[in-house]
């Protein structure tokens, strides 16, 4: 939250998607509010939190490792692996 990356909005929290719509939060080093920072903290929460969106509706850490079954090696490049993880994500199946 310090970093502007969580947001709270009535009472709800939401990641604000854009980086550069972050701040940089005394405290946080002299590098600043790092994308890794926002991925080791997003990866924490989801690890064991319930996705609720969709049907997936499954802790985070089986929801992670039933896309990594799915897909570990199917694709050639890092690209592949963004699309199909966004689409997983967004409800879809992950192929391409």
Known sequence: MEGGALIEEDNQY???TDPAKWTVAEGLGDDG???RHVD???NALLWENEVTWCDHRMIGRDFVSSY???YNGKFDTREEYEKS???Y???GTGEL
Do not use: S
């Open 14 to 16: 939401r990641l604000e």
């Open 33 to 35: 509010l790092l994308p």
């Open 40 to 42: 080791n903290a997003m």
């Open 68 to 70: 990594i079954e799915l």
């Open 85 to 87: 993880i966004a689409d």
């Open 89 to 91: 994500v967004d409800c």
